[in-house]
C-alpha cells in the first residue's frame, strides 16, 4: 500500500509531492535501510522472521497510541495523556479481572469506557473552551497516573484465567519462520495485539485518506481560521480528533494489558514521549497538517529496531537506550528540517 | 488573555479582574481561604533546631517558599522561551540532572566517596553553568536555525537527557559528605531561613532588573508575535530564541545545584522528575499564553509558587505523594477552565444578567 | 429597473467591547446585480460582511433571504443557505491540494473520490485559465493564483449570494479582467454580487449599485449613474475633496545645496529572491519609484537594497562610502527605512500595543541595553499618533484591534520616528482608502522636500505618477528602463512594461 502512495512516483516528481508524501517515503526508506543493514552487519537475530514479528508484538500498542497522536498531531493538537490512560487501564482492569465475576468482556468494556471518558472531557475543554491542548492533556496525565495508584497501590499479575489465554494466543503465520538448533521448523508467530495493531492501522489509514472527515482533521491542522471559513466546523473536528486519540489509546491501554499481563503504576511510562516520537519519525509535524498513518506505523517500527540493534550490538548499558533514542529523533527532526527549509527555497525560486 | 483595559471609568476592581495577574492571585487567596477554614495551624510558624543543631523555622509557609524555589527559577527561563519561540522546553528536568551529576562529579573528581572537595562548590557550579548553558544552546540551536518546534526539539534532551547524566558520572552514585555543599539546598548556620528561598528570590530580582535595564521584554514578545516583522526591524529572531534557551540553561544550572545541595547526592532516574511540567503549569497559570508572545514575568514566578502551595496543601491532607498528582490535576484543570477566556466571558454576561434582575 | 430583492440586512448592529463597528446598517441586494459596498477603513464594511457570513454575530437586525428570515452562525450555515466568500486575505489550507480546497467542506457524503474531485477541479480551473494542477499543494502556488483558486472555489458553488472581499489586491490586470468576466456570467444567470474594493475604477466597471458606510453607519444606496467618482469619494469621507489631482505642484521640492548628491547607489545587486542583477541610485530630497507588473520583481529590489532578502552579489554605497548591507539592522544603521508590501505579515506585531509598534525600529537601533524608557515611548507614540491621525482607543491598544489603514500609518510613524535619510514605501497605500491614500501620497512629497529620499512602490499607475519624479520599470525580474521628466504617462509606462521602444535609456 505505502508503495502506491510514495516511494514510486515520488523519485520521478519529489517537487510535486505534498509535504506529507515526502515525509512518508523518507521514513519508509529509511527504515529498509536501517533494518536491512542490521541484517547484514548483525545478522544472527535480524535474519531470523521472528525478530521482527517480536518487535511488531512488543510494539502493537505504541503503534495504536501513535496512530492516535498523529491523528491529534494533524488536527494541529498534542495528546500527553496516552501514556497515563495506558497505565490507568490496565491497573482497573486487572483489578477487575481479579475480582469475583469480573468477565474478560467487562474489562474490554472497561478500557474502552476509560478512553471515551478522557476523550470527552479533553475534546470538550480543548475545543469547546479552546484552552490548550498540552495543558489539558498534562493534567489528563497527571489526573491517570494519579487515579493508577488509587484504584491499586501495589503492581499485581492478573490469574484469570480466560485472560491468560487471550494474553498467551499465539497466531502463527503459515510459511514464515526460521530453523533452530534441532533442526525443527520454528513458524513465526505473532500476538492477538498485533491484528488490532493493523486493524487500526488500515481503518485509520481510510479515513484519513479516504473520507471528508479525515481531510478536514488535515485541514483544521493546516489553518484553523481557513477551515472556518471553509465551512468545516472546526471545533467538532478538533473535538473529535481527541475523541478518536483517546478511543484508540482505550484499545491500545488494552492491547499493553494483554502483552504485559498485570496491573502497575509505573506501566507504559513514558508511551505519550514514544508515540510523539513515533508520529514524527514517521513524518507528522506538530504544527498541524501533515502527517501520515502509515509513516506513524513505520516510525514506531524504526525507534524499536534502532533498541534491538543497540542491544543486540552488546551495548546493553541502561543509558544507551536514552542516547540512541534521542539520537534517532535528531536525525529525523534534522532532516525534516533541511528538507523542508529546502524545498520552501525551490518555491521561492 | 493579556487584555489591558484602558477604559479609566472602570473600577479598580474590575482592572485587576481583567489583568493577568489576577488568576495566580486568586488562586493564592483561594487556597489561603480553604486552609483557614480546614486548619488554622497550617500557617503556625515555629523557631526551633534542626538536625545540625541551628537555630530554624519550620511549618507549611515555609516549606512552600522552600520547595517552590527551584520551581521559580526554572519559571523564569521557561517564561522566556515560551515568549520568544511559542513553545515550551520540556527537558529542564533531565538538564537538571546533568547539571547536578556535573556539580558532582568537579566536586568528588574521580573517586566517588572522596571525602574532601576536590574543587570549590563555586568553580563546581560555574562548570555546570557552562555545561548546561551549551545543552540548553543545543536546544536553541534546533528551534532557532533548524526550525523545529520546541516541544519535540527539547524532546531529544529529554530522552537523553538522565542517561547523560548517569554516563558522567559512571553510573555511579557520588556522595559530598562536606557539609559545605548542603548550605545551598538547606540552612546556612546562623540563618533561620533555607538559603533556596534567598537563590530564588535573588534570581527574581535579577530577571526583573535585566527586564528594566534592557530590552530583553520587548525583543522576546515581538520575536514570538511576528518573526518576519521582527526581522525587519533589524532584530536577529535566531539569535533572541536561542539566548532565551541558553537564559533558561542557566537557570537549569542554579536549579540544579540547589537540588544536590539539598541531598548531597544524586538518583539520576528521580532527581527533578516531572518538573518541567510543573514548570510548564508555572507559566500557564500565570496566564501566559503558551503559544508564546507577550508574557508577564511576575504572574509566571507567583504561578509557581501557586502550584509549589497546591502540592504542600495536598500532603497536609495525607495524599499519598503517588496520588497527589490526580488531585493536582483536578486543580490544575478546574483553575484553566475558570481562567479560559471563553469562560470568562460567559460568566460575565452571567453576572450582568443577575444584575439586571435585581434592578 | 431593479430585479427582485434577493437579500436584505436591515438594522444590523455590532459592537467590539465599547467600540460600535455597526450601527444600524442597511443594505439591499437584488438578483444579478453587482453591488459595490463602499467606505474608508473602519468604515465597517469587513464587519457587516462577517456578520454576514457567520464569522461574527450580530447584536441587533436581520437578515432576509429571499424572502425569508435567516439565522446564519457561522461560515457553514452561510455556505448552506447558498451565500459563498472570497475574502481580502487568503483564506484556504496551504497543506493541502488545490482541488482540496476547492472542495472541501462542501457536499455530503462520507467518502472522498479523489478522481472525480481532481477531475471537476481540473475542468474548472481549465475553464478558468488559471495555472494550477488540481494535485499540485495549494502552499506552493503564488498569492494569485491561490486567490483565483478561492475565487474557483467560491463560484463553483452555486451559490444565490457571492461575496467578493476585495480580491483583486493581489491579482494582476489580467487576472482582473477574468474575475470581471466570470462576475458578468454569473450576474447573467441571476447571482447577486457583493463587491468591495478600493479600486474606484473597479467599481465603475462591474457594478450596478453602491452603498456606502461611513463610520459604522449607513450613509446611503445609489445608483451607479447617479454617484460620479468625485461624488463617491467625498460621500465616503464625509467631507469635499480637492485635492486628489495634482498634489504635486504645491508642495516644495527639495532645493538644498547637496541635491545633486547621490544618498544610495546600488551596482548589479542581486539577492536570492530571483531578480536579474540591477543598477539603482537615488539623490538627496528625490522620490522615485519601481514600476512594472505585479510579480515582476520590484519588491524584491527594494529588499535586496535593505537586506532583507539574503544578497548574493553586487554592492552598495550610502553617501558615496561603501556599505556592507546583508541584513535588516545594517540598512537600518545606514539611515534606511523600509516599510513592508505585506503589512499582516512582515510589518505589525499584532499582540503589542501602537505604542511598542511604534518605537520598535527606534528602540532596536538604540541597543538591546538602552531601552526606551515608557515615558518616552508614550511622548513618541502620542506624538505620531496626532500627527498622522491614527484612530486608536489608546496607545495601550494592541495594533492587531485596529483597521488596515491605521495598522499601515503606526508602520510608517515606525520608521518615521527612526528620521531615516532613505525611506522606502512598498505599496504603502494598497487596502487604504482614498482619503488616507492623498495624505500619505502628501507626507511623502513634503519629507523629500525636506531632504528625505524615498522610493514609492505602488500597484497603481496614477499614484505613482502623482508623486514620482523618475521611475524604474521593470518586467519579468529585470530592469527595462527608466522614464523621467515628460515621459512620465501612463502611456509611455505601459508601453515600456509591455516591452515596446523605450528600452534602457
Known amino acids: 500500500m505505502e508503495k502506491k502512495i510514495g516511494t514510486k512516483k515520488s523519485f520521478l516528481n519529489i517537487k510535486d509531492m505534498t509535504d506529507t508524501n515526502l515525509l512518508l517515503s523518507i521514513t519508509i526508506i529509511v527504515f529498509f535501510l536501517m533494518y536491512i543493514g542490521a541484517m547484514i552487519f548483525l545478522g544472527e537475530g535480524f535474519l531470523k522472521s521472528q525478530t521482527f514479528f517480536n518487535i511488531l508484538n512488543d510494539q502493537s500498542a505504541l503503534i495504536i497510541v501513535s496512530c492516535g497522536m498523529s491523528l491529534v498531531m494533524i488536527t494541529g493538537g498534542i495528546d500527553i495523556s496516552v501514556g497515563g490512560m495506558a497505565a490507568l487501564i490496565s491497573m482497573s482492569c486487572a483489578v477487575l479481572l481479579d475480582m469475583k465475576g469480573g468477565s474478560l468482556v467487562g474489562s474490554m468494556g472497561l478500557a474502552i469506557l476509560i478512553g471515551l471518558a478522557f476523550g470527552l472531557v479533553q475534546g470538550y475543554l480543548v475545543a469547546f473552551l479552546d484552552i490548550q491542548p498540552f495543558i489539558v492533556s498534562l493534567a489528563g496525565m497527571f489526573f491517570a497516573r494519579g487515579m493508577t495508584t488509587i484504584v491499586n497501590t501495589a503492581p499485581f499479575n492478573v490469574a484469570n484465567e480466560s485472560f491468560v489465554a487471550l494474553k498467551n494466543t499465539r497466531l502463527n503465520i503459515p510459511g514464515v519462520g526460521s530453523v533452530n538448533k534441532n533442526g525443527d521448523f520454528v513458524n513465526a508467530y505473532v500476538e492477538i495485539g498485533v491484528i488490532v495493531a493493523l486493524l487500526v492501522v488500515i481503518v485509520m489509514f481510510v479515513v484519513l485518506r479516504w473520507t471528508k472527515l479525515g481531510r478536514n482533521f488535515y485541514a483544521v491542522g493546516g489553518n484553523k481560521q481557513s477551515a472556518l471559513m471553509l465551512g468545516i466546523n472546526v471545533k467538532l473536528t478538533k473535538f473529535l480528533s481527541h475523541m478518536i486519540c483517546s478511543f484508540l489509546a482505550g484499545i491500545a491501554g488494552y492491547v499493553y494489558f494483554m502483552h504485559v499481563g498485570s496491573g502497575s503504576a509505573s506501566h507504559a511510562s513514558g508511551a505519550e514521549m514514544n508515540a510523539i516520537a513515533s508520529s514524527i519519525i514517521g513524518g507528522t509535524m506538530l504544527t498541524g497538517g501533515v502527517g501520515n498513518i502509515i509513516g506513524t506505523m513505520f516510525g514506531t517500527l524504526s525507534l524499536a529496531t534502532i533498541q534491538n540493534i543497540v542491544t543486540s550490538a552488546g551495548l546493553d548499558e541502561a543509558w544507551w537506550t536514552g542516547i540512541t533514542n534521542a539520537a534517532m529523533l535528531c536525525l529525523f527532526l534534522v532532516i525534516q528540517s533541511v528538507i523542508m527549509a529546502q524545498r520552501k527555497k525551490a518555491q521561492v525560486g | 488573555m493579556s487584555k489591558t483595559s484602558v477604559n479609566t471609568n472602570e473600577s479598580f476592581f474590575k482592572k485587576m479582574i481583567h489583568s493577568q495577574i489576577f488568576i495566580p492571585i486568586a488562586a493564592l487567596l483561594l487556597l489561603t481561604l480553604f486552609n483557614l477554614i480546614w486548619d488554622p495551624s497550617f500557617f503556625k510558624i515555629n523557631i526551633g533546631p534542626d538536625a545540625s543543631g541551628n537555630q530554624v523555622l519550620s511549618g507549611y509557609i515555609i516549606t512552600i517558599l522552600d520547595n517552590a524555589s527551584e520551581l521559580v527559577i526554572l519559571a523564569i527561563g521557561m517564561t522566556l522561551v515560551t515568549a520568544a519561540s511559542g513553545g515550551q522546553d520540556i527537558s529542564v528536568g533531565a538538564a537538571i540532572a546533568i547539571a547536578g551529576s556535573v556539580i558532582l562529579r568537579v566536586l568528588c573528581g574521580s573517586d566517588s566517596r572522596s571525602t574532601e572537595l576536590q574543587a570549590p562548590i563555586i568553580v563546581a557550579f560555574i562548570i555546570a553553568c557552562v555545561v548546561a548553558m551549551l545543552f540548553g544552546a543545543f536546544n536553541g540551536v534546533l528551534v532557532a536555525y533548524f526550525k523545529i518546534q520546541p516541544m519535540v526539539a527539547t524532546l531529544i534532551l529529554f530522552t537523553a537527557g538522565r542517561s547523560i547524566a548517569a554516563w558522567i558520572n559512571n553510573n555511579e552514585l557520588p556522595i559530598v559528605t562536606d557539609v559545605s555543599l548542603s548550605y545551598y539546598g538547606n540552612f546556612i548556620p546562623g540563618i533561620p531561613i533555607p538559603t533556596p528561598v534567598f537563590i530564588a528570590i535573588i534570581c527574581v530580582i535579577i530577571i526583573m532588573l535585566v527586564l528594566k535595564f534592557t530590552t530583553l521584554g520587548l525583543y522576546t514578545q515581538s520575536v514570538g508575535i511576528n518573526e518576519k516583522s521582527s526581522r525587519l526591524n533589524g532584530l536577529n529572531p535566531e539569535l533572541i530564541k536561542l539566548l532565551t534557551f541558553v537564559i533558561l540553561g542557566l537557570c537549569v544550572a542554579v536549579a540544579g545545584l540547589i537540588k544536590v545541595g539539598r541531598f548531597s547526592t544524586i538518583n539520576y532516574s528521580v532527581i527533578a522528575k516531572d518538573i518541567e511540567m510543573d514548570a510548564i503549569l508555572a507559566v500557564a497559570l500565570g496566564g501566559n499564553a503558551l503559544g508564546g508572545g507577550k508574557f508577564n514575568m511576575m504572574a509566571s514566578v507567583l504561578g509557581a509558587y501557586v502550584i509549589q502551595y497546591l502540592t504542600t496543601t495536598l500532603y497536609k491532607l495525607k495524599v499519598s505523594s503517588d496520588a497527589l498528582s490526580a488531585y493536582k490535576a483536578i486543580v490544575v484543570i478546574l483553575l484553566v477552565v475558570l481562567s479560559a477566556p471563553i469562560v470568562r466571558e460567559k460568566l460575565a454576561k452571567l453576572g450582568k444578567k443577575l444584575k439586571k434582575k435585581e434592578a | ?505
Open chain 3, 1 to 505: 429597473m431593479r430585479n427582485k430583492i434577493l437579500l436584505e440586512m436591515k438594522n444590523i448592529y455590532k459592537t467590539f467591547g465599547t467600540v460600535k463597528a455597526l450601527q444600524d446598517v442597511q443594505f439591499k441586494l437584488a438578483e444579478g446585480e453587482v453591488h459595490a459596498l463602499m467606505g474608508e477603513n473602519g468604515a465597517g464594511k469587513s464587519t457587516l460582511i462577517k456578520v454576514l457570513t457567520g464569522v461574527y454575530s450580530k447584536d441587533e437586525g436581520e437578515v432576509i433571504l429571499d424572502g425569508k428570515a435567516v439565522a446564519i452562525h457561522s461560515p457553514q450555515d452561510a455556505q448552506k443557505v447558498g451565500i459563498s466568500t472570497v475574502y481580502q486575505e487568503i483564506t484556504l489550507c496551504p497543506n493541502l491540494s488545490v482541488a482540496e480546497n476547492m472542495y472541501i467542506g462542501r457536499g455530503s457524503g462520507v467518502g472522498q473520490n479523489w478522481k472525480k474531485m481532481n477531475s471537476d477541479a481540473k475542468k474548472i480551473l481549465e475553464s478558468l485559465d488559471i495555472p494550477a494542477k488540481p494535485s499540485q499543494q495549494l502552499g506552493s502556488c503564488s498569492i494569485a493564483v491561490q486567490q483565483m483558486v478561492a475565487i474557483a472555489r467560491a463560484v463553483d458553488m452555486d451559490c444565490k449570494v457571492l461575496i467578493l472581499d476585495e480580491p483583486t489586491s493581489s491579482l494582476d490586470e489580467q487576472e482582473v479582467e477574468k474575475l470581471f468576466k466570470l462576475m458578468r456570467d454569473l450576474k447573467s444567470r441571476g447571482v447577486g454580487i457583493i463587491f468591495v474594493t478600493h479600486f474606484l475604477e473597479q467599481v465603475y466597471e462591474v457594478c450596478d449599485m453602491i452603498t456606502v458606510l461611513r463610520d459604522g453607519k449607513f450613509v446611503g444606496e445609489y445608483e451607479i449613474a447617479d454617484l460620479p467618482r468625485i461624488k463617491l469619494v467625498s460621500t465616503m469621507l464625509g467631507k469635499d475633496l480637492d485635492d486628489l489631482s495634482d498634489i504635486k505642484v504645491d508642495s516644495a521640492t527639495y532645493d538644498g545645496n547637496d541635491k545633486d548628491d547621490k544618498r544610495i547607489e546600488a551596482f548589479s545587486l542581486v539577492s536570492d529572491a530571483g531578480i536579474q542583477p540591477f543598477d539603482f541610485y537615488i539623490k538627496k530630497g528625490e522620490v522615485n519609484g519601481f514600476t512594472g507588473l505585479l510579480g515582476s520583481g520590484r519588491s524584491e529590489c527594494v529588499r535586496a537594497i535593505y537586506g532583507a532578502d539574503r544578497v548574493l552579489g553586487g554592492n552598495v554605497k550610502v553617501n558615496g562610502q561603501d556599505a556592507k548591507i546583508s541584513k535588516p539592522i545594517n540598512a537600518m544603521k545606514k539611515g534606511i527605512a523600509y516599510l513592508p508590501e505585506d503589512r499582516k505579515i512582515d510589518g505589525i506585531v499584532g499582540d503589542l500595543s501602537v505604542r511598542d509598534n511604534i518605537v520598535l525600529a527606534l528602540q532596536v537601533l538604540k541597543g538591546f541595553f538602552k531601552p526606551i524608557s515608557k515615558a518616552e515611548a508614550y511622548k513618541f507614540a502620542d506624538e505620531y499618533i496626532k500627527l498622522l491621525e491614527i484612530k486608536t482607543a489608546s496607545a495601550d491598544t494592541p495594533i492587531k484591534s485596529l483597521s488596515g489603514g491605521n495598522q499601515q500609518k503606526c508602520i510608517l510613524a515606525r520608521w518615521l520616528l527612526t528620521n531615516p535619510e532613505y525611506l522606502i514605501l512598498d505599496e504603502p497605500t494598497r487596502g487604504i482608502d482614498v482619503g488616507t491614500k492623498v495624505e500619505i501620497q502628501k507626507l511623502v512629497l513634503k519629507l523629500a522636500g525636506e531632504g528625505m529620499s524615498i522610493t514609492f512602490i505602488s500597484s497603481e499607475t496614477d499614484e505613482m505618477l502623482r508623486t514620482c519624479s523618475r521611475l524604474i520599470v521593470m518586467r519579468d525580474r529585470k530592469v527595462v528602463g527608466e522614464l523621467s521628466g515628460d515621459d512620465l504617462t501612463q502611456g509611455k509606462i505601459m508601453e515600456t512594461i509591455a516591452g515596446g521602444e523605450g528600452k534602457d535609456e
